[in-house]
């Protein structure tokens, strides 16, 4: 299950995103914000944020304009490591490497056509696995 969430400078990507989960047959939750009208990020951040770390949501997708501050945000929430990606090696990356539990987006950054195969990336690539990477993630949170 992913909990997905934008402001409005990312709520047009969203819509393309959700309807793209949709088609792929990925069970997801809108977190809001539900109008295109001006909004906070914190808001969207921190609630997706808050169901991935609770364990009721496996990954997150959030979008604001330039996708930093709803990452800035989301990554104040123990447990949560966000990565902002503009390109698929990024995204397939920190996977492999940092285990990233939510992917940030710029819906002014990255067009729809870029912005759906990071999130198939993100959502494809295991976590590697590898004792290096294993405790370099546990260095993150002490
Ligand atoms: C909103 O104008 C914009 O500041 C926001 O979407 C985001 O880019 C913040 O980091």
């Known amino acids: 299950m992913i909990a997905i969430g934008s402001d409005h400078g990312g ?3 969203k819509q393309e995103i959700m309807a793209h989960l949709k088609k792929r ?6 977190f809001g914000t539900y109008t295109p009208d001006s909004c906070d990020y914190p808001v ?10 609770s364990g ?16 800035i945000t989301a990554n104040k929430t123990p447990g949560i490591r ?31 056509g870029l912005a759906l195969k990071i999130v198939d990336t993100f959502l494809d ?11 370099r993630i546990s260095m993150i949170e002490e």
């Open 56 to 71: 009721e949501y496996e990954r997150g997708i959030l979008i604001c304009g330039t996708g930093i501050g709803i990452s």
């Open 82 to 112: 966000a990565a902002l990606c503009t390109d698929c090696f990024s995204a397939e990356a920190t996977r492999l490497h940092n285990d990233a539990n939510i992917l940030a987006l710029g819906g002014r950054v990255v067009g729809p």
């Open 125 to 135: 690539t295991p976590f590697s696995g590898d004792e290096r990477h294993i405790r």
């Open 44 to 53: 969207y951040g921190r609630a997706v944020a808050q169901a991935v770390a």
């Open 25 to 30: 047959g990925l069970e997801y939750r809108d």
């Open 11 to 13: 709520f047009e990507l």
